[in-house]
């Protein structure tokens, strides 16, 4: 399947389908949301688990795999990943990059736009605080998307970055998204 070619600037009309991503090597986390109602709605969320006898090799096909399955399933328009964040260890930092290019590659093939937000700026946001924690996330979002069961951390923060994305594309002149 031939990739369109992505927009240059972000999108002029808020998008109904948002995919968020929260790479990680062992437990990504894929969270989309629908928002062509006033309020935000679940569509599909998911841990995609890598057991840790797997090879790095192993995790990353599954991951793409994940990914590339969930946007076909669910057709999101768009997709805003978490941003880097500061690693002390540089093993640690190179493995969660090898997650997040396994990730952006399966979701660039499909043609999406793909955002990306810092994850003290989703904190803030969604709980408050901007060095909350990730059960505080997870509490919030099960709140927000009036969720029956607390979703799991990495997924609830796959969906607390497309939930951020959705509100900031109401005011997108002030604070846009960087696009990847």
């Known amino acids: 399947?031939?990739?369109?070619?992505?927009?240059?600037?972000?999108?002029?009309?808020?998008?109904?389908?948002?995919?968020?991503?929260?790479?990680?090597?062992?437990?990504?986390?894929?969270?989309?949301?629908?928002?062509?109602?006033?309020?935000?709605?679940?569509?599909?969320?998911?841990?995609?688990?890598?057991?840790?006898?797997?090879?790095?090799?192993?995790?990353?096909?599954?991951?793409?795999?994940?990914?590339?399955?969930?946007?076909?399933?669910?057709?999101?328009?768009?997709?805003?990943?978490?941003?880097?964040?500061?690693?002390?260890?540089?093993?640690?930092?190179?493995?969660m990059g090898e997650a997040r290019g396994a990730c952006l590659a399966a979701v660039a093939g499909a043609g999406l736009d793909i955002f990306e937000l810092a994850p003290r700026r989703v904190k803030q946001a969604i709980v408050g605080y901007g060095a909350a924690g990730k059960h505080a996330v997870a509490r919030m979002v099960q709140r927000l998307l009036a969720l029956e069961t607390l979703p799991p951390d990495d997924a609830a923060d796959a969906l607390a970055l497309a939930l951020v994305f959705a509100q900031e594309q109401k005011r997108l002149h002030l604070a846009a998204p960087r696009q990847v």
Not at 38 to 53: D, I, L, M, S
Not at 74 to 88: D, I, K, R, S, W
Request: net charge positive; glycine share 8%.
């Open 1 to 95: 399947m031939a990739a369109r070619e992505p927009a240059e600037t972000p999108p002029r009309k808020p998008v109904g389908r948002i995919l968020g991503v929260d790479p990680s090597l062992r437990g990504t986390g894929l969270g989309l949301i629908d928002q062509a109602d006033t309020q935000p709605r679940p569509v599909h969320f998911e841990v995609v688990k890598c057991p840790a006898g797997w090879r790095r090799s192993r995790c990353l096909a599954r991951i793409a795999d994940a990914t590339r399955d969930a946007i076909q399933r669910h057709a999101p328009e768009v997709c805003v990943v978490e941003g880097l964040f500061y690693a002390q260890n540089l093993q640690t930092a190179l493995i």
